[in-house]
């Protein structure tokens, strides 16, 4: 365990459908993230949140909405997806060192996992 | 251009042996990189990090960095079958507003009996 979790571990949802990934974190972060990983793909990060504000919006279609209420939670909000989304979505953790202005450890930048939601777009 | 560059694999090597795995990146502003070992269904965890020139090891772990080459690698001594995995090489450029990491398609490796 990491520390991060997410719900569900698994989806199936239909094009015209509306759901919403969870994630948690219990590790004191202050930066959240979302990445797509597909098959034979890198690790494409999507959205990345510090101190619950959004810094990075990585080219992501609007049928994905992200959220963060506080520090320690994040969603991704999905609607009217198509086939080609179907995958494995990540939720990372980590501390942002330079915007929380902390003293800097190495350590603080490493970015730590939930176990995924895989999702499968009828 | 990929941004970070790793040979898919799979690299096989036999138990016991030392397994090498390789990574260049483009981004001469990457200044922390960061190996992940994932198995087949699970998420990415952290095996390494480095951000000085050099070597740092950590058990059977070795990570080498030379920012000169723009090249980082992982090496895995007396490997075992569990360390069948496919490794992530991941680099991160310090912006001040999270921590953004560039991943490689990862090097698929298998220890084999």
């Known amino acids: 365990e990491t520390g991060v979790t997410q719900t569900p571990r698994h989806l199936v949802m239909g094009m015209t459908n509306k759901k919403s990934l969870k994630c948690e974190q219990h590790?004191?972060?202050?930066?959240m993230y979302w990445y797509k990983q597909s098959a034979k793909k890198p690790l494409e990060l999507m959205f990345v949140y510090s101190l619950e504000e959004r810094v990075e919006n990585n080219s992501v279609p609007s049928r994905f909405s992200p959220e963060c209420p506080n520090s320690s939670h994040l969603f991704l909000h999905l609607h009217t997806l198509q086939p080609e989304d179907s995958a494995l979505y990540l939720c990372a953790s980590s501390q942002d060192w330079v915007r929380g202005l902390m003293h800097h450890v190495r350590d603080q930048e490493t970015q730590y996992f939930g176990p995924g939601t895989r999702l499968l777009v009828l | 251009q990929k941004e970070v560059e790793q040979n898919s694999g799979p690299l096989s090597v036999p138990e016991g042996a030392i397994a090498s795995l390789n990574c260049t990146y483009s981004d001469r502003g990457s200044q922390s990189f960061f190996w992940y070992r994932q198995y087949s269904g699970k998420s990415p965890e952290l095996i390494m990090f480095i951000y000085s020139n050099g070597d740092k090891e950590d058990g059977r772990f070795t990570a080498q960095l030379n920012k000169a080459s723009q090249y980082v690698s992982l090496l895995i001594r007396d490997s075992q079958p569990s360390d069948s995995a496919t490794y992530l090489c991941?680099?991160?450029?310090?912006?001040?507003?999270?921590?953004?990491?560039?991943f490689g398609t990862g090097t698929q490796l298998k220890v084999e009996l």
């Open positions: 991941a680099v991160n450029v310090l912006t001040g507003g999270g921590n953004k990491l560039t």
């Open positions: 590790l004191g972060h202050n930066a």
